[in-house]
């Protein structure tokens, strides 16, 4: 009898993956589009449109921690549906929203529902694949964040000017309930459980890991997860990732119509240029990681210096952008830093799988709240600035700045190897 060929069932679920992170993203940034429509309509400053957008941030700290705890112990199965459901349910309610404190409430509530979101990928990469493909599969995720901006531009922004911002909210909000339906269908959170995965992929799913000294057996606690000195480098160092994030998904539309006077369908297919060099790139970090990690085995290797190299070129782009005028330039320098910028997420995120793995929800749910720290602080500390200075020359230069701290973080503290050997001695 010929021997059973090996399924694939676990890029299926990485698939699903990238489908729900292209939703989120189009769901949490679909309000940048609309900032000249609420500004006349509701005459929001630019420092109260910060507000509104920050509001998401707060929120999101609430319940990412959580979410992450939620996910370790409840599972992505169900956690995750529920909290696509729910945070749907808040985009379509925007677009029924009235007056400031309506949308503060809603941003603050989409922000507690995706929670839970980056946690679950974390958690479901960690069951589904094995060590060495584990960048790969998250870069195939995590691509769907520049993609949405690819994707979602130039259909936002079509639905805002051709059927106003109301229709585009309500419209948004219906694919995230679809995905729900499927998701809970087709996954279980361990794979021997799913009838889908035939022992080959299984055994191959199993595969121990290359890095000397993974742990064999859950011996993540807190304060594991809160002291480890990789881990603490490695949230430093996605909290400027998270700033970047959040100022280029709800500012950059504005900077096209405010700095180069753009209308917004054309502002939707400019935006198109920069996140597409960002996906590539994102996908381009997640296969070197890997391959570096399956050449060597070194976590210092495969994800440190993936992660500073690329931003500290970030920063470097950022500057440019923070001195050109012209368009053509501006298009060029954005792409390279928001290229730069996007590529190490997949290696931020293994890194958590890395050292923890047994808690490794709960360990980017900490991480992730860095993200939402960034989220709190980079849409109001921007309007401010735009107010205060009537461009976006010292937004741009701030965002390289804290780039910057954060690639002099990680070559002097990010060494998951060595860090987490010296921890693990402790325990």
């Not at 531009?153 to 729900?180: C, K």
């Not at 997949?346 to 992730?368: C, L, M, Y």
Request: charged fraction near 10%.
């Amino acid at each position: 009898m010929a021997k059973k060929s090996q399924t694939n069932f676990r890029w299926f679920v990485t698939s699903l993956i990238f489908i729900i992170t292209l939703i989120n993203f189009i769901d949490r940034s679909a309000i940048s589009f609309v900032i000249n429509p609420l500004k006349e309509e509701f005459h929001f400053t630019d420092t109260q449109f910060g507000m509104i957008l920050s509001a998401f941030g707060l929120g999101y700290i609430l319940l990412t921690v959580v979410g992450g705890w939620l996910v370790d112990n409840w599972g992505a199965r169900l956690v995750w549906p529920l909290a696509a459901i729910g945070w749907s349910v808040c985009v379509g309610l925007l677009g029924i929203a009235s007056g400031f404190w309506g949308f503060i409430g809603l941003r603050f509530l989409l922000g507690v529902t995706e929670g839970p979101h980056f946690p679950a990928i974390t958690r479901s990469i960690s069951n589904w694949l094995s060590p060495s493909e584990r960048a790969r599969a998250l870069s195939l995720g995590l691509v769907a964040i520049p993609l949405s901006s690819v994707i979602g531009a130039p259909i936002t922004s079509y639905l805002v000017a051709d059927y106003g911002w109301r229709v585009m909210f309500f419209i948004i909000s219906i694919a995230g309930i679809l995905w729900a339906g499927v998701w809970y269908f087709f996954f279980r959170d361990n794979p021997e459980d799913s009838r889908y995965v035939n022992a080959e992929e299984r055994k191959l799913i199993a595969t121990p890991s290359l890095m000397k000294g993974e742990q064999k057996k859950s011996l993540v606690d807190w304060r594991f997860i809160l002291t480890h000195p990789a881990l603490i480098a490695n949230n430093i160092a996605y909290f400027a990732f998270g700033y970047m994030l959040f100022f280029a998904t709800l500012w950059l539309p504005g900077y096209f119509l405010s700095q180069h006077n753009l209308d917004l369908k054309s502002v939707g297919w400019y935006l198109t240029i920069p996140w597409l060099v960002g996906a590539i790139f994102l996908k381009v970090g997640g296969v070197i990681s890997d391959y570096l990690y399956k050449k060597t085995g070194s976590g210092r290797l495969s994800r440190s210096h993936i992660i500073w190299v690329s931003q500290f070129l970030a920063a470097f782009f950022f500057v440019c952008l923070s001195f050109t005028d012209t368009l053509g330039l501006s298009i060029i320098f954005l792409s390279l830093a928001l290229g730069f910028g996007l590529m190490p997420q997949p290696a931020f995120f293994s890194v958590n799988i890395d050292v923890a793995k047994e808690r490794s929800g709960t360990a980017q749910g900490i991480t992730s709240s860095c993200l939402s720290l960034a989220g709190v602080i980079a849409p109001i500390l921007t309007g401010w600035l735009i107010d205060l200075t009537g461009n976006y020359q010292g937004a741009f230069l701030l965002l390289a700045g804290l780039t910057g701290i954060s690639v002099v973080t990680v070559i002097l503290f990010h060494h998951p190897d060595r860090e987490f050997k010296l921890v693990r001695s402790l325990n």
